[in-house]
C-alpha cells in the first residue's frame, strides 16, 4: 500500500498557484527532468503571446519560442527564487527577440509609419470587423521603438506590475513608468488617422 502511494504522481495536471511553480522548480533542480514539461505547457502561451507582439511575425512565434524554452532549460538550475518564474521567463523571452532583431536587421520596421504603411492604410468600410480593428491596432503597437513597446506590452497586454516589468526588462520602475507614459503618447499619434473609427 506503502507503495503504491509512492507511486502515485504528486504534480497535478492543473497547476494554478505561484507556488507550484517554484515546486517544479525545485524538483527540477533534484533531479526530475519530466516536470519541465508540465512548466513549458502552463506558459508556452504566455510566451507564445509576447513574442507576437513584441515581433509582429506570426512566423517567428515557433523558433523563438522554442529558444526561449531551451535556454529555460539549461538556466533553470540558476533560478534564484527572489522572483516569480513569470518575470524571469519574460526576461529571456525579450531578450530572445531583441536577439532576433538584431540578427534580421529590422530596426526601419520599427519606425513609424516606414515600409507597413501601406499594410496600415486601411479604409474605414472595413473597420466593422473586430479582428481587422485589432489588427490595426497590434500594427500600431508595432511601430513604437522597442524599449517602449515591450514594457507597454507587459503592462497593457500581459497586466504585469511596475514592480515585475522592471525586474523583467532589467531597469528602474521610474525608467518602466516613463517608457509606459511615453508609449501610451505614441500609440494614440500612430493610431489617430482612425481615432473616429476605434471610438
Not at 10 to 29: A, E, G, M
Not at 159 to 172: H, K, M, R, T
Amino acid at each position: 500500500m506503502e507503495k503504491e502511494k509512492r507511486d502515485e504522481p504528486v504534480i497535478p495536471q492543473t497547476i494554478l498557484t505561484l507556488n507550484d511553480d517554484f515546486s517544479l522548480i525545485k524538483r527540477f533542480i533534484d533531479g526530475d527532468e519530466s516536470v519541465f514539461k508540465v512548466l513549458v505547457n502552463r506558459h508556452k502561451e504566455k510566451v507564445r503571446n509576447l513574442i507576437f507582439v513584441t515581433l509582429n511575425n506570426a512566423d517567428m512565434i515557433d523558433d523563438i519560442s522554442q529558444e526561449v524554452f531551451i535556454s529555460v532549460f539549461k538556466k533553470l538550475d540558476r533560478f534564484r527564487f527572489e522572483s516569480q518564474f513569470t518575470t524571469w521567463l519574460y526576461r529571456i523571452t525579450i531578450n530572445k527577440c531583441r536577439d532576433h532583431l538584431r540578427k534580421v536587421k529590422i530596426r526601419s520596421i520599427l519606425s513609424p509609419f516606414s515600409a507597413s504603411e501601406e499594410e496600415l492604410s486601411y479604409s474605414s468600410s472595413n473597420l466593422h470587423d473586430e479582428t481587422e480593428i485589432q489588427e490595426i491596432v497590434r500594427k500600431a503597437v508595432a511601430q513604437l521603438p522597442i524599449k517602449l513597446r515591450t514594457p507597454l506590452i507587459l503592462k497593457d497586454f500581459e497586466g504585469l506590475s511596475y514592480q515585475e516589468i522592471a525586474e523583467s526588462i532589467g531597469v528602474e520602475v521610474g525608467t518602466i513608468k516613463s517608457r509606459i507614459f511615453r508609449a501610451r503618447e505614441a500609440l494614440k499619434k500612430n493610431l489617430e488617422p482612425w481615432k473616429k473609427e476605434l471610438l
